[in-house]
Antibody, heavy 117, light 107 residues
Framework: EVQLLESGGGLVQPGGSLRLSCAAS????????MSWVRQAPGKGLEWVSTISGSGGTTSYADSVKGRFTISRDSSKNTLYLRMNSLRGEDTAVYYCAKGGISRFDLWGQGTLVTVSS | EIVLTQSPGTLSLSPGERATLSCRASQSVSSNYLAWYQQRPGQAPRLLIYGASGRATGIPDRFSGSGSGTDFTLTISRLEPEDFAVYYCQQYGSSPTFGQGTKLEIK
């Protein structure tokens, strides 16, 4: 079965760091652009970051540029999002999604990140 | 950045009725790179429509998309109980952006 499974969310203090993981199954993650999209509680969807299929190109929303880093491990078929200098406004459910400069045709179930003291 | 504005914010209809959701872009969406997603409570979004009018795999034919340039529409021909959800449009011609969503609720 083709699916994405996120993990790594939790409660973190402002200024702290967290690494999210997204394990892919049923397809080879490195053959596709992959992205992170987040959704603050009760709010809409916001694109966060994309890594190209080759891994050579990454892009970020202005709101996270310089603080978040997207990467992947092909041997583990896993996508990551390293989040540093976290702020209250980063509180959201984080989804990984298959796609980048294209539609997002497969989504994980999401992992909740709460930034609070 | 392309800003997408969806209307109405909330749409109240009954099962069996026709729903028409609008998405307007602040500038032309290149190559009609416009998608629609459905999000049910507590669930991840699901791709419905891509390329403005292409139906994603497994999506019933009561869902259809149309439009070009800056004006796009999602139509649900006959509402089923499971269709009551929030719908988002998204453009992916440049840095992806989403509309703010339309909540389709039971009247």
């Amino acid at each position: 079965e083709v699916q994405l499974l996120e993990s790594g969310g939790g409660l973190v203090q402002p200024g702290g760091s967290l690494r999210l993981s997204c394990a892919a199954s049923g397809f080879t993650l490195s053959n596709y652009a992959m992205s992170w999209v987040r959704q603050a509680p009760g709010k809409g969807l916001e694109w966060v970051s994309t890594i190209s299929g080759s891994g050579g190109t990454t892009s970020y929303a202005d709101s996270v540029k310089g603080r978040f880093t997207i990467s992947r491990d092909s041997s583990k078929n896993t996508l990551y999002l390293r989040m540093n200098s976290l702020r209250g406004e980063d509180t959201a459910v984080y989804y990984c999604a298959k796609g980048g400069i294209s539609r997002f045709d497969l989504w994980g179930q999401g992992t909740l990140v709460t930034v609070s003291s | 950045e392309i800003v997408l504005t969806q209307s109405p914010g909330t749409l109240s209809l009954s099962p069996g009725e026709r729903a028409t959701l609008s998405c307007r872009a602040s500038q032309s969406v290149s190559s009609n790179y416009l998608a629609w997603y459905q999000q049910r409570p507590g669930q991840a979004p699901r791709l419905l429509i891509y390329g403005a009018s292409g139906r994603a795999t497994g999506i019933p034919d009561r869902f259809s998309g149309s439009g070009s340039g800056t004006d796009f529409t999602l139509t649900i021909s006959r509402l089923e109980p499971e269709d009551f959800a929030v719908y988002y449009c998204q453009q992916y011609g440049s840095s992806p952006t989403f509309g703010q969503g339309t909540k389709l609720e039971i009247k």
